[in-house]
């Protein structure tokens, strides 16, 4: 019996270690059925240090069931700070997505690549898994590649992708090669242009049917050109486009390649540009049509086959050349960026390479084809670094603290507070000394001391212990007439007054990153578990504010109209419908200066007279300003000024502060302060016929002309809007050009303002009738403001183009010596504009 028991316990226990052994054999194997792939180059396949980038995931699920899987990676050299990819995969399916990861900005190296680590965890559940080595994790890791040209391009169109990203190996040896450019002409026209600017051949080839949803995969480029019509089957890829644009990217659109219909979807009712037809040439001429350039010699070509050729109607867009007096090349703004248009095939746009042609600059690579002129005015244009809204984030930080209540306090409060614990210890070892008391110091110097920390821990307990955890966000808001979308840029600031984890994200896209000085060695990992979907793991920002940077898109549902006309009191229009409210302190801005303070009401209408036009380092109308327009100012003042040094606007733009606008973004405080700038280019419709109209300084823009004599002076130069400091007497002659909404126009009056300083100087104003300068008004030894008033018909009369001249005459010093230069006292203009009055002529 016991001999029959122990057989039982055997076959048992080897029935049991059978079990086992198969259960341990089949865990592997059902293991090695899910994995995640991530890391590989995506999306533009460049990087830029300090910027946003995409890499390439894939998830494979082999198993009968549906999985969740996750995947990490970080930078070699920072493993603390890691970016991770949550994705749902389908039972027995392979899904492709892409995650966000920021490229530190390193010091520079001479090495062009960076290598990004895999992170050892279970894809499963996310947790940590085995230590790799540094031979395994090195093995895992992929490049990417660091761009150093100051310009990115890449072509949206209709190519094979040949090695995709998901199918690459790992590399460990050095960074990957960059893909090749596919053999398609409107690939060749984008590199002979590049040539044409002495940048490299290198062009993001990207597929429009395959575009990565989040903005990040664009962040680096600065110029896209789209040869497709695919890319407008996908919605999401569209308003990705569109909205890069917005935020000050540049389009270039091949309209010989692309419908119109393509186009709209894209630009919404902001493409007005009208096709006709398209035909065929084999002979045409190329024409310089520049405004405001000294127009290059035509171009003209024969083809032995045929060139498409699509005759377009411009609209309100800008023509840089044309064809038989059809658009060749033109432009338009479109929220912060630009959109250039061609109509002509590839051949046109470049030539084959002769033998006596230089090298490119590039030398590693010669081209084929070389551009022609017209293709090298078009890339002098399109190709350079992308325009930014941002505004610095050290700039807008006072204006949110001083929202929030904190602040920190000023040096020279420490320096008062510290100076008064000195004082006190001189007077009273001086009292001591002087009564024999000096042995009391020993404990008033410490009496002293512990006072004057006591200060300072009180005023630190009751600035933090006063005000709550609080968020504040300043946003600038970007939005393009006939468009539902905008892009937003701004800043947040995050105060707490103790350590706290922060459960930060976004929920309809969008990005930002909290300062992370000081917390270095600490591991913490933002994780997108959608598209436009994330939020932070092992984040706790410390007691006090935190800055983050940030940037999204705004969606309002209709179309927002800005419109506006010139009529008796100036300029008057309507902006909407906005989704927010508390419409305050609008300026109006224009491609010339000066700004222009509008009027705005609650139901959006807004009014701009000759009277609100702002004196030079004015930003706002109002006498006395509260503490919110003082800090609305300083704001104003760091975007205009910055925009004076970097592009001014082409057309007029209302910049109105509202309410800010809810982003999806999530945040641990609960209280919630902020505002937002909108900025909106206004659509200037014309002028009833017969209306009386009163036209603005602003929309008078002006340049110096040569006079009646023939000569021209220089004392005024217009790119940088400024006058000269001149000590020798000149004649300037000015011709205001009337804006095309009220021409034609009978001009009734002119009224002339000038800031002049000129001591001892005798100072003419003239205007022209007909063919003879004429004196309006003397003055001797102007300084300050002064209004001259014209009013006679004969010297309100218009040039063909509907521009007016008049003259600043500054005369020589009469008790100086002529021949001794430096004796003489020197003269300036500070500021000078012109205010027109009259009546609209025709039917």
Known sequence: ??????????????????????????????????????????????????????????????????????????????????????????????????????????????????????????????????????????????????????????????????????????????????????????CDVVVAAKLSEELSRRVSIMNAWHLPADAASLATLDLIVLSSDRLTSDPDATALIRNWVLGGGCLWIMLNEVEAESVSAILGDAFSAVVVDRVKRTELEVQDVRPDEAPEDSMQLEFEDPVDFVRVLPGDATVTDTVDGWPAAFWQPFGAGKVFFTTLGSSVWYRPRES??????????????????????????CLSRRHSESVDVASVEPFLAKQIGYRILSRE????????????????????????????????????????????????????????????????????????????????????????????????????????????????????????????????????????????HVHFGRTVECRATLGPSGLAGTVGPLPV??????????????????????????????????????YLSDTLLSDVQQRRADVYRILFQREAAEDRPSRPVLHVWTEPIDSGFVFPQANRLGSALISLPIRIDRSAAGSEVSVPAPFLPYQSVAGPDGRKSSAYNPYRHEWAELKIGVCEWLRFQLPDTVLPIEVKRATLSFDIRAPSRPVDVLAMSGEQAVVVKELVHPIGTFHVVVERPALLQLDDEGGLTMAIRVGEEPSADPDDLMAQASWKVESLHLTITGKVLGE
């Open 1 to 186: 019996m016991s001999s029959l028991r122990g057989r039982i316990w055997l076959i048992a226990f080897v029935w049991l270690g059978w079990d086992l052994i198969a259960v341990g054999k089949a865990q592997p194997a059902e293991s090695s059925r899910v994995a995640v792939q991530m890391g590989a180059a995506e999306g533009s396949r460049r990087y830029r240090l300090g910027q946003w980038g995409v890499v390439n995931v894939r998830a494979t699920n082999l198993t009968d069931e549906a999985a969740e899987l996750f995947s990490a990676v970080y930078f070699e050299g920072d493993p603390t700070l890691q970016f991770g990819r949550r994705v749902w995969v389908p039972a027995n399916s392979v899904l492709r997505s892409t995650c966000p990861v920021l490229v530190p900005d390193l010091p520079a190296s001479t090495r062009s690549y960076i290598n990004l680590v895999a992170v050892p965890v279970n894809p499963t559940d996310g947790t940590d898994a085995f230590e790799k080595s540094h031979a395994a994790a090195v093995d895992a890791s992929r490049p990417l590649i660091i761009s150093d040209e100051s310009t990115g391009v890449a072509i949206l169109g209709d190519f094979q992708v040949t090695n995709p990203p998901e199918e690459q190996t790992a590399y460990h040896a050095g960074p990957e090669s960059p893909p090749p450019i596919p053999d398609d002409p409107a």
């Open 356 to 381: 006596d042609d230089p090298s490119p600059h590039d030398g590693r690579y010669m081209a084929a084809v070389v551009a022609r002129p017209p293709l090298q005015r078009l890339a002098a244009s």
């Open 413 to 552: 409060t420490v320096a008062a507070t510290l100076a008064a614990f000195c004082l006190f210890l001189c007077a009273a070892g001086g009292w001591f000394w002087y009564t024999g008391r000096l042995a009391r110091l020993l404990w008033a110097g410490p009496l002293a001391a512990g006072a004057t920390s006591l200060v300072f821990l009180t005023v630190a307990i009751t600035s933090r212990n006063s005000v709550p955890p609080t968020v504040a966000i300043w946003q600038r808001v970007v939005l393009e007439p006939g468009v539902t979308t905008g892009q937003a840029d701004g800043v947040a600031a995050l105060y707490s007054p103790e350590l706290r984890d922060s459960e930060l994200g976004a929920t309809r896209g969008g990005m930002f990153l909290p300062d992370m000085t000081g917390m270095q060695g600490k591991r913490r990992r933002i994780v997108w578990t959608d598209e436009g979907t994330w939020h932070w793991e092992n984040l706790q920002l410390p007691p006090g504010i935190r800055t983050a940077p940030l940037e999204h």
């Open 581 to 618: 409210g508390g419409l305050e302190d609008a300026v109006i801005a224009l491609p010339e200066p000066p700004l222009l303070a509008a009027r705005i009401g609650a139901d959006g209408s807004f009014a701009a007279s000759a009277d609100d036009v702002l004196a030079p380092g004015e």
